[in-house]
């Protein structure tokens, strides 16, 4: 996506959120305007990435009978790639002076460390609490969405 592209769809976004927070009438500075903006792209980023990983794991858990933690890699595998391009072009202002290797390396650290947690939230969930799978799978995702974005927040900036 170009600069100006980028700026238009930021600009749609900016609009939308000022809608709403006229809505309920709520003043903020321009700086928490803007985090609220990228808080909404990383949720609609966040949504999509979800989707994919989502229906991925559950065709390969309970169509192709895959392991749930097994399963969760996959899927995961698939959902970060996707999450690392649209959040570089779209949600984040990353820091032009790191480079795309650094910044794809520190993406994939806390990827992976956001991966463990959801395997050892999927683990305790389903082999330790004998919870439902997917359930467990739901409530991991929105853990880990957060500590995605506060990492990404700090490091990809």
Do not use: C
Not at 24 to 34: A, D, L, P, R
Not at 65 to 70: A, M, Q, S
Not at 101 to 108: D, N, Y
């Amino acid at each position: 996506m170009k600069k100006n592209d980028k700026n238009k769809e930021k600009d749609k976004v900016k609009l939308l959120i000022n809608k709403i927070l006229k809505i309920f009438h709520i003043k903020v500075s321009e700086k928490t305007e803007n985090l609220f903006v990228q808080i909404f792209k990383f949720v609609i980023v966040g949504g999509i990435a979800t989707i994919i990983d989502w229906v991925i794991y559950y065709l390969l858990y309970n169509f192709m009978h895959i392991n749930p933690l097994i399963a969760n890699i996959l899927s995961f595998s698939v959902s970060v790639i996707y999450n690392y391009i649209a959040s570089v072009k779209w949600v984040f202002d990353v820091n032009k002076n790191k480079g795309k290797i650094r910044m794809l390396v520190e993406f994939l650290i806390f990827s992976i460390i956001g991966l463990v947690l959801t395997e050892l939230l999927l683990w305790i969930g389903i082999d330790k609490l004998n919870m439902n799978a997917m359930l467990v799978k739901i409530a991991a995702t929105a853990i880990v969405m957060v500590f995605n974005f506060i990492t990404r927040k700090i490091f990809l900036e």
